[in-house]
């Protein structure tokens, strides 16, 4: 479902860039915070094949968290751990579980902030608040949410227009008022039930992040941070625009920052890059409320970080019912999205690759995850083959995980897939794939004629070249299906994502004459499932460079380059000021 952006009135931006906020705080001293984000449901290490990876492991939140307690060790009554979103859905064990896998062991790590991600709704409007802001929350991890508000949810009519959690908190640290704002993504999850965060309203930020820096001054706070799923472009337009905010601690985009990013109002801003590969910790000097200095080093969680044993037995707690061992039942777990039933343990290996599966390449670099990715190429190609269409398709997004050369598990497809979707075939015009190519108008957020922020949809059986320079509309030519050029007017069927509470779409575009995949028995197949069959018929079930083919998107003109001193997956564009 994509969510409306809540318009602001004409010309606000302009009224926001020239508000003076002054520095109201007397407080000196250092604080230092603990950011993580993006975590994606991974408990466990993942390698890291692109190129900034050295084919080494990464992630793991039992490493994590001995990173945490080493930092804490050191620097004593002088830290905050913000968590920034997108935690509660990415793996096996977070949907089976509705996301409680991931509370159960984030739980430990006694959280100090939290800002939630669109894909921590993923579950549905009421386990969101179970789990965050209701009378007993299971998740402790003090969320602060800005730009939710309740939209008449039932039971809580009376609340409408009402923050769902407190919109900010000022926390003193080390001598410190240190004032904390956070903002949730500006859409709900982008599949599955279009009714999934009824009864919850999303703004984008603007006028809250506006309103409560001003706030926060006035109340003699040392220190203001935002804690924010806005996204990195997202974050810096607002930082760019509207001054008062010293630190906002960014997710959304998956980038990482080696370094903070510094707006033109002097904000610092970092990312943590997706699926616990990198922590940042970032310590500010204040002197009588003015940030003086800061200290950045952004941590990779690699093997050289021991496990914390107690992280570690958690983990390995949760994993027990769904790999393989005694406590693992074939067909007793559901999965809450697609209602398909666990056939394997998601350790089982069903197959192997010769080929990085993949879609996360910087912008500079061949097969840029914006334009196309090995993972999404697979995935499509599995999705053509069985269901006999003439097309796969998948819709343009980062999700997901790196399988490196060697065994495909089944919870690499969970990564892969972890919003439950069904595998189905429907008609398609020509005028309809193109335009998913095309991907979306882009607004404001880049110079004209460039490129950014946008994800292009991966296909099977299609080539085309790509133009980030031209307008929305004419980005994409000499589009080839199957060799033969692509009809607007034509009917082709494509193989994609389908969910049964949207059953006119595929891949969330109107379809005709859908058919969805089904076991011989008539029971549901899970998307897993289906890539797993497709693996299964390849020659000793292996992905190599005569099953796969790459590159099937060719850009004519390059990227928009990297204005912000860091390696981009997604384009940026200029700092907007």
Partial sequence: MRLRKIPLVAGLFL??????????????????????????????????????????????????????????????????????????HGGAEALFTQGEAMIKVLNAFHIDAYAPGNWDYVYGANKFIDYFTGQQPKANWHPIISNLYYDNYPGAEARTGQNVAAPYVIKTINGLRVGIIGFTSDRGPQAGDPNITKGLKFTNGEAEYQKYAKLLREQDVDLVVAISELGLHGNLTLANRIPGVDIILSSDKHEITPKPIVSKHGTLVIEQGMDGQVVGELSVRVVKGKVVSNKYTSHRITDRIKEDRGIAALVKSVRLPYVAGPKFRAGEIKNPISGARLRYPIDTVIGQTVIPLYRSNFSNESMPGVIEGSSHDFLTDAFRVMTGAQLGGITGFRYGTTIAKGPIKMEDL?????????????????????????GQPQGEQGRPGEWVNGWTAGYSGLTADFDPRAAQGNRVSNIQVNGKPLDPNATYTVGGFYYDLIPNLINRVPAKNIVVLKDQDGSILDGTDVVKRYVETLPAKTVNRETLQLDRIRLINPLPQEEHGIREIQPLGSNPM
């Fill in 15 to 88: 009224a926001f860039s020239s508000v003076t906020v002054a520095q109201a705080g007397t407080g000196t001293g250092e604080v230092t915070f603990i950011h993580m984000g993006d975590l994606h449901g991974h408990l466990i290490l993942h390698p890291n094949v692109r190129s900034d990876g050295n084919g080494q492991s990464e992630g793991g939140v039992a490493r994590i968290y001995t990173l945490i307690k080493d930092i804490r060790r050191a620097k004593p009554e002088q830290t905050l751990l913000v968590n920034t979103g997108d935690t509660l």
């Fill in 414 to 438: 969970y990564h892969f897939m972890p919003i439950g979707p069904q595998i189905a075939k429907g008609e398609l015009t020509g005028a309809q794939i193109k335009k998913t190519l095309e």
